[in-house]
Protein backbone atom coordinates (compact mmCIF):
# COMPACT_ATOMS: atom_id res chain seq x y z
CA UNK A 1 0.00 0.00 0.00
CA UNK A 2 1.44 3.73 -1.21
CA UNK A 3 2.91 5.68 2.10
CA UNK A 4 0.43 8.63 0.86
CA UNK A 5 -2.83 8.57 -0.21
CA UNK A 6 -4.53 10.96 -2.91
CA UNK A 7 -8.38 11.36 -3.90
CA UNK A 8 -10.29 14.01 -4.83
CA UNK A 9 -13.36 14.95 -3.38
CA UNK A 10 -16.37 17.09 -4.28
CA UNK A 11 -16.80 20.02 -4.72
CA UNK A 12 -13.23 20.43 -5.47
CA UNK A 13 -10.86 18.68 -2.66
CA UNK A 14 -7.77 17.35 -2.94
CA UNK A 15 -6.60 15.16 0.00
CA UNK A 16 -3.55 14.18 0.77
CA UNK A 17 -3.56 11.10 3.70
CA UNK A 18 0.27 10.51 4.99
CA UNK A 19 -0.17 6.63 5.32
CA UNK A 20 2.38 4.91 7.42
CA UNK A 21 -0.32 4.57 10.75
CA UNK A 22 2.37 1.43 11.83
CA UNK A 23 4.87 4.43 12.20
CA UNK A 24 2.38 7.27 13.20
CA UNK A 25 3.08 8.02 9.50
CA UNK A 26 6.96 9.28 10.37
CA UNK A 27 8.48 10.49 7.60
CA UNK A 28 10.70 8.65 5.05
CA UNK A 29 12.48 10.19 1.55
CA UNK A 30 9.73 8.17 0.06
CA UNK A 31 6.64 9.75 1.78
CA UNK A 32 8.03 13.28 1.18
CA UNK A 33 8.13 12.23 -2.43
CA UNK A 34 4.68 10.81 -2.71
CA UNK A 35 3.43 13.62 -0.24
CA UNK A 36 4.39 16.58 -3.08
CA UNK A 37 3.96 14.29 -6.25
CA UNK A 38 0.22 14.05 -4.68
CA UNK A 39 0.54 17.96 -4.24
CA UNK A 40 1.38 18.63 -7.69
CA UNK A 41 -1.11 16.76 -8.74
CA UNK A 42 -3.65 19.27 -6.87
CA UNK A 43 -2.56 21.93 -7.79
CA UNK A 44 -2.08 20.86 -11.46
CA UNK A 45 -5.91 19.85 -11.28
CA UNK A 46 -8.22 22.72 -12.69
CA UNK A 47 -11.46 20.56 -10.46
CA UNK A 48 -9.16 20.89 -7.30
CA UNK A 49 -9.69 24.35 -5.43
CA UNK A 50 -8.69 23.17 -1.98
CA UNK A 51 -6.02 20.97 -0.20
CA UNK A 52 -6.40 19.27 3.10
CA UNK A 53 -3.57 17.15 4.53
CA UNK A 54 -3.60 14.42 6.99
CA UNK A 55 -2.75 11.38 9.00
CA UNK A 56 -3.71 7.70 8.88
CA UNK A 57 -4.65 6.13 11.96
CA UNK A 58 -3.79 7.84 15.25
CA UNK A 59 -1.03 9.72 14.51
CA UNK A 60 -0.77 12.94 12.19
CA UNK A 61 3.08 12.74 11.96
CA UNK A 62 5.57 11.38 14.28
CA UNK A 63 8.44 13.36 12.78
CA UNK A 64 11.28 11.54 10.38
CA UNK A 65 11.46 7.97 11.12
CA UNK A 66 14.03 7.49 13.44
CA UNK A 67 15.70 4.61 11.33
CA UNK A 68 16.23 7.00 8.19
CA UNK A 69 18.03 9.26 10.77
CA UNK A 70 20.04 7.06 11.66
CA UNK A 71 21.48 6.37 8.51
CA UNK A 72 21.81 10.12 7.65
CA UNK A 73 25.56 10.19 7.05
CA UNK A 74 25.54 6.39 5.53
CA UNK A 75 27.98 6.81 2.88
CA UNK A 76 25.66 5.03 -0.25
CA UNK A 77 23.26 6.53 -2.74
CA UNK A 78 20.19 5.35 -0.57
CA UNK A 79 17.08 7.58 -0.38
CA UNK A 80 18.03 10.31 2.20
CA UNK A 81 15.57 12.24 4.27
CA UNK A 82 17.89 15.45 3.82
CA UNK A 83 17.32 15.22 0.04
CA UNK A 84 14.27 16.22 -1.70
CA UNK A 85 11.92 19.20 -1.76
CA UNK A 86 11.43 21.83 1.77
CA UNK A 87 8.57 22.19 3.38
CA UNK A 88 8.41 25.66 2.91
CA UNK A 89 7.95 25.26 -0.87
CA UNK A 90 4.01 24.93 0.59
CA UNK A 91 3.96 28.64 0.98
CA UNK A 92 4.60 29.37 -2.77
CA UNK A 93 1.57 26.78 -4.48
CA UNK A 94 -1.46 29.28 -4.95
CA UNK A 95 -3.82 26.55 -3.96
CA UNK A 96 -4.91 27.08 0.14
CA UNK A 97 -3.62 23.73 2.00
CA UNK A 98 -5.39 22.92 5.11
CA UNK A 99 -3.45 20.55 7.77
CA UNK A 100 -6.25 18.27 9.54
CA UNK A 101 -4.10 17.25 12.47
CA UNK A 102 -5.71 14.07 13.73
CA UNK A 103 -3.32 12.89 16.75
CA UNK A 104 0.21 12.81 17.59
CA UNK A 105 2.44 15.43 15.30
CA UNK A 106 6.69 16.35 15.49
CA UNK A 107 9.80 17.42 13.77
CA UNK A 108 9.49 17.64 10.43
CA UNK A 109 5.71 16.77 10.80
CA UNK A 110 4.96 19.79 12.45
CA UNK A 111 7.12 21.77 10.27
CA UNK A 112 5.09 20.60 7.46
CA UNK A 113 1.65 21.28 8.76
CA UNK A 114 2.72 24.73 10.11
CA UNK A 115 3.78 25.55 6.85
CA UNK A 116 0.08 24.79 5.67
CA UNK A 117 -1.77 27.92 5.66
CA UNK A 118 -4.35 26.94 8.20
CA UNK A 119 -4.32 24.09 11.14
CA UNK A 120 -7.62 22.01 12.63
CA UNK A 121 -6.56 19.75 15.29
CA UNK A 122 -8.03 17.46 17.22
CA UNK A 123 -8.51 18.25 20.98
CA UNK A 124 -6.35 14.92 21.48
CA UNK A 125 -3.32 15.67 19.05
CA UNK A 126 -0.21 16.19 21.24
CA UNK A 127 2.58 18.72 19.52
CA UNK A 128 6.37 18.44 20.01
CA UNK A 129 9.27 20.28 17.93
CA UNK A 130 11.73 17.56 19.16
CA UNK A 131 14.49 18.57 17.65
CA UNK A 132 16.26 19.37 20.67
CA UNK A 133 15.56 16.17 21.76
CA UNK A 134 17.52 14.49 19.44
CA UNK A 135 20.51 16.60 19.28
CA UNK A 136 19.14 18.16 16.22
CA UNK A 137 18.47 22.20 15.46
CA UNK A 138 15.20 23.66 14.36
CA UNK A 139 15.35 22.25 11.01
CA UNK A 140 13.25 22.31 7.48
CA UNK A 141 12.43 26.53 8.09
CA UNK A 142 10.76 26.19 11.52
CA UNK A 143 12.74 28.85 12.74
CA UNK A 144 11.34 31.03 10.11
CA UNK A 145 7.27 29.90 10.26
CA UNK A 146 7.48 29.63 14.08
CA UNK A 147 8.18 32.92 15.61
CA UNK A 148 5.45 34.10 12.62
CA UNK A 149 2.99 31.91 14.26
CA UNK A 150 3.48 32.36 18.21
CA UNK A 151 6.04 35.44 18.16
CA UNK A 152 9.63 34.76 19.00
CA UNK A 153 9.94 34.02 23.29
CA UNK A 154 7.33 31.19 22.53
CA UNK A 155 9.05 29.66 19.59
CA UNK A 156 12.15 29.38 21.59
CA UNK A 157 10.20 27.73 24.19
CA UNK A 158 8.79 25.41 21.99
CA UNK A 159 12.37 25.01 20.09
CA UNK A 160 14.89 24.57 23.32
CA UNK A 161 12.87 22.61 25.46
CA UNK A 162 11.08 19.96 22.94
CA UNK A 163 8.35 19.92 25.56
CA UNK A 164 5.04 18.22 24.69
CA UNK A 165 1.94 20.81 23.94
CA UNK A 166 -2.13 20.16 23.89
CA UNK A 167 -3.74 21.38 21.28
CA UNK A 168 -5.45 24.15 23.41
CA UNK A 169 -2.50 25.92 24.25
CA UNK A 170 -1.28 25.87 20.45
CA UNK A 171 -4.14 27.92 19.56
CA UNK A 172 -3.89 30.13 22.49
CA UNK A 173 -0.87 30.92 21.18
CA UNK A 174 -1.45 31.09 17.71
CA UNK A 175 -0.40 27.58 16.21
CA UNK A 176 -3.63 25.90 15.70
CA UNK A 177 -6.98 28.12 13.76
CA UNK A 178 -9.03 25.47 15.98
CA UNK A 179 -9.38 22.57 18.06
CA UNK A 180 -12.01 20.68 17.38
CA UNK A 181 -13.37 16.99 19.18
CA UNK A 182 -11.36 14.46 17.46
CA UNK A 183 -14.77 12.32 16.32
CA UNK A 184 -15.49 15.80 14.24
CA UNK A 185 -12.05 16.92 12.71
CA UNK A 186 -12.54 15.77 9.37
CA UNK A 187 -16.28 16.48 9.40
CA UNK A 188 -15.16 19.87 10.27
CA UNK A 189 -12.62 20.61 8.23
CA UNK A 190 -13.86 18.84 4.87
CA UNK A 191 -16.76 21.33 5.32
CA UNK A 192 -14.36 24.28 6.01
CA UNK A 193 -13.22 22.99 2.94
CA UNK A 194 -16.34 23.10 0.87
CA UNK A 195 -17.08 25.88 1.81
CA UNK A 196 -14.06 27.66 0.16
CA UNK A 197 -14.44 25.58 -2.80
CA UNK A 198 -18.29 26.21 -3.57
CA UNK A 199 -18.18 29.82 -2.11
CA UNK A 200 -14.86 31.63 -2.58
CA UNK A 201 -12.43 32.80 -5.98
CA UNK A 202 -9.75 30.61 -6.47
CA UNK A 203 -8.39 33.95 -8.01
CA UNK A 204 -9.10 35.94 -4.60
CA UNK A 205 -7.36 32.97 -2.67
CA UNK A 206 -4.27 32.46 -4.10
CA UNK A 207 -3.34 36.17 -4.65
CA UNK A 208 -4.17 36.95 -1.23
CA UNK A 209 -1.76 33.85 -0.35
CA UNK A 210 0.89 35.37 -1.80
CA UNK A 211 0.15 38.79 -0.50
CA UNK A 212 0.46 37.34 3.30
CA UNK A 213 3.63 35.49 2.74
CA UNK A 214 5.62 38.35 0.90
CA UNK A 215 4.35 41.48 2.32
CA UNK A 216 5.48 39.97 5.84
CA UNK A 217 8.41 41.76 5.57
CA UNK A 218 7.51 45.11 3.42
CA UNK A 219 6.73 48.24 5.18
CA UNK A 220 3.29 49.00 5.09
CA UNK A 221 3.43 51.42 2.83
CA UNK A 222 4.79 49.50 0.07
CA UNK A 223 2.53 46.89 0.93
CA UNK A 224 -0.46 49.19 0.44
CA UNK A 225 0.90 50.52 -3.01
CA UNK A 226 1.49 46.53 -4.34
CA UNK A 227 -1.78 46.22 -3.08
CA UNK A 228 -3.30 48.69 -5.37
CA UNK A 229 -1.60 47.40 -8.14
CA UNK A 230 -3.15 43.47 -7.26
CA UNK A 231 -6.25 45.31 -6.55
CA UNK A 232 -6.02 46.84 -10.45
CA UNK A 233 -5.43 43.36 -12.22
CA UNK A 234 -8.37 41.99 -10.23
CA UNK A 235 -11.21 44.19 -11.51
CA UNK A 236 -10.18 43.13 -15.21
CA UNK A 237 -10.68 39.05 -14.01
CA UNK A 238 -14.08 37.43 -14.56
CA UNK A 239 -13.96 36.60 -11.17
CA UNK A 240 -14.99 39.93 -10.13
CA UNK A 241 -17.38 39.90 -12.67
CA UNK A 242 -18.99 37.14 -11.23
CA UNK A 243 -18.63 37.95 -8.13
CA UNK A 244 -20.93 41.25 -8.62
CA UNK A 245 -23.38 39.53 -10.45
CA UNK A 246 -23.62 36.74 -8.27
CA UNK A 247 -24.56 39.07 -4.89
CA UNK A 248 -26.60 41.29 -7.13
CA UNK A 249 -28.50 38.13 -8.10
CA UNK A 250 -28.61 36.55 -5.11
CA UNK A 251 -27.42 33.40 -6.13
CA UNK A 252 -24.15 30.80 -5.48
CA UNK A 253 -20.88 32.60 -7.63
CA UNK A 254 -19.73 30.29 -10.16
CA UNK A 255 -16.10 31.49 -10.09
CA UNK A 256 -13.88 29.88 -12.71
CA UNK A 257 -10.65 27.63 -12.02
CA UNK A 258 -7.56 29.37 -11.31
CA UNK A 259 -5.71 29.53 -14.28
CA UNK A 260 -1.98 29.13 -13.69
Not at 148 to 155: C, I
Request: proline share 5%; net charge negative; hydrophobic share 45%.
Amino acid sequence: MSECLYEVREPGIGLITLNRPERLNAWTARLGRLYFESLDKAMADPNVRVVVVTGAGKGYCAGADLGTLQGANADDDDESILDGRMQDEITRMPKPIIAAINGAVAGVGLVQALMCDLRFAADTAKITCAFSKRGLVAEYGVSWVLPRLVGPANALDLLMSSRIVMPNEAHAMGMINKVVPAAQLMDVVMAYASDLAMNVSPASMAVMKSQVYNDYEKDVATASKDALVLMGESFLRPDFKEGVLSYVQKRQAQFPPLSL
